[in-house]
């Protein structure tokens, strides 16, 4: 079996998810957000700027996301609804045959590595200051605050995992979405 899906024509409106829409993104932040908060309040219940920090933050994670996905469907010339099926098409490594589409998920492909290359001394480097906090906290006895950190740097580590392996992957999506080079020759051209 080929580790190379082809289909000739995507069907955009079929691959639709009912996360893909700003809206659900958005409810599913701030439900999240709340299943935090209130966890949070029931361990540390003296925190009330960490409601209103935490609901900024989530605000302007929102934000951000919906302005990336603005500005990568300008660059690719897909519509902002078909940023996250073309997303979603490139983790899954299926290629489409159509060239527009092609061309946007290679531009997709390449916004992704551009901005894992970026970060990838960011995620060890918190990952040690996130765990020699957590190591500093339970030796000082805050204890919640010391777990808190060390959990914080084993997510962060596993950050790291991922974006090698998801360079690995475009590594491979993009040798699929370039196209073959032309064959050299090496002496005279026979038969000119």
Known sequence: ?????????????????WYDPAWARIAVVLLVYAGLIAGWSLWLPDNPGGFGGGLAASAGVTWQTLAIRRQVAAETGLKTWQVPVASRRLRQGRIPRDPAARHAMALLARRQRT???????????????FGMLGIACLVTSRTALGTLALVAAAGV????????????RLDRIEKQLSPPPPP?????????
């Not at 901005?115 to 200051?129: D, F, H, K, T």
């Not at 050299?184 to 000119?192: E, F, K, R």
């Open 1 to 17: 079996m080929s580790s190379e899906v082809h289909c000739a024509v995507v069907d955009w409106e079929g691959e639709r998810r």
């Open 115 to 129: 901005a894992l290359e970026r970060g990838r001394w960011m995620n060890p480097a918190l990952a040690v200051v």
């Open 184 to 192: 050299l020759t090496t002496g005279p051209v026979y038969g000119s």
């Open 157 to 168: 580590g596993t950050g790291a995992v991922a974006g090698r392996r998801a360079l690995r």
